[in-house]
């Protein structure tokens, strides 16, 4: 049975070093060290799933609703959902995070999210980055 764990985020910037990490090619490659691997386990909502597009667009997102935010508050989620070994495929565990996220929060979240099904462990793990804010109206 997978397991999942969040952790707030703070900050008044988009978290680039995470999102990196969650869409990292390395890990969400089946063939290791492939860069460019058209069945890379990486999906995005409301974002382009490339590292640095999706970090701009939510960064244009934090910008449009918070210009000159100075404080730290929290602008998402980091959200992990753990497999035991041998318990699933890499498809059918990239699949369960998209419909976890489709259940949560509808088929086309008002939310940009980045999700990266990591393959490099001993277990397979989905990692998310939810951003607080909603893309339509910055609530």
Not at 41 to 64: N, R
Not at 85 to 96: C, D, S, V, W, Y
């Amino acid at each position: 049975m997978a397991i999942l764990k969040n952790k707030p985020i703070r900050g008044n910037r988009v978290p680039a070093r995470l999102i990196r990490y969650i869409m990292n090619a390395y890990k969400t490659s089946p063939i290791p060290g492939e860069e460019i691997d058209p069945e890379r386990f990486v999906s995005a909502w409301g974002c382009v799933p490339v590292e640095d597009s999706a970090i701009e667009s939510m960064q244009m997102t934090v910008d449009l609703f918070e210009p000159g935010r100075t404080s730290a508050r929290v602008i998402g989620y980091h959200y992990m959902q753990s497999f035991s070994p041998g318990e699933t495929n890499p498809e059918t565990a990239h699949e369960i995070g998209r419909q976890l996220i489709s259940r949560l929060l509808g088929e086309n979240p008002d939310f940009q999210i980045v999700q990266g099904t990591h393959l490099d462990k001993g277990h397979l793990h989905n990692h998310f980055f939810l951003m607080s804010l909603r893309n339509v109206d910055g609530h």
